[in-house]
C-alpha cells in the first residue's frame, strides 16, 4: 500500500513539474531579444511550438495558464503571459 501512495505522490509531482516553470517570476526573466536556448534554460521545453519562414511561437503551459513567445530567428521577439 505504501508503494502505491509513494508512486502517486511521484507521478503527481512529475505532472506539476512542467507547470512549475510557468510563473510570474520565470516570465519576468523573459526579455526581448533573448536566445531560443537562454528561454528553454529558464521555462524547460515548450509544450507546443509552430514554425514557418524563420518565426516561431511557442507555448509554455495550458490553454488555460501559459507563457506565449514569438521568436524571429530564435530570438524573442514578442511574449505574453495569460491566467497569472
Known amino acids: 500500500m505504501e ?3 509513494l ?3 511521484v507521478t503527481a509531482a512529475m505532472l506539476f513539474a512542467g507547470c512549475g516553470k510557468v510563473t ?3 516570465y519576468d526573466k523573459i ?3 533573448m536566445a531560443y ?3 528553454i534554460e529558464i521555462l524547460g521545453d ?3 511550438c509552430e514554425s514557418g519562414f524563420g ?3 511557442c507555448q509554455w503551459g495550458s490553454d488555460e495558464k501559459n507563457i506565449t513567445i514569438n521568436f524571429l530567428a530564435d530570438k524573442v521577439i ?3 503571459k495569460e491566467g497569472f
Do not use: H, L, P
Request: charge should be neutral; aromatic fraction near 8%.
Open 3 to 5: 508503494r502505491i501512495v
Open 7 to 9: 508512486a502517486f505522490i
Open 24 to 26: 510570474s517570476e520565470n
Open 31 to 33: 526579455k526581448t531579444g
Open 37 to 39: 536556448e537562454e528561454v
Open 46 to 48: 515548450a509544450d507546443k
Open 55 to 57: 518565426a516561431k511561437n
Open 78 to 80: 514578442v511574449y505574453t
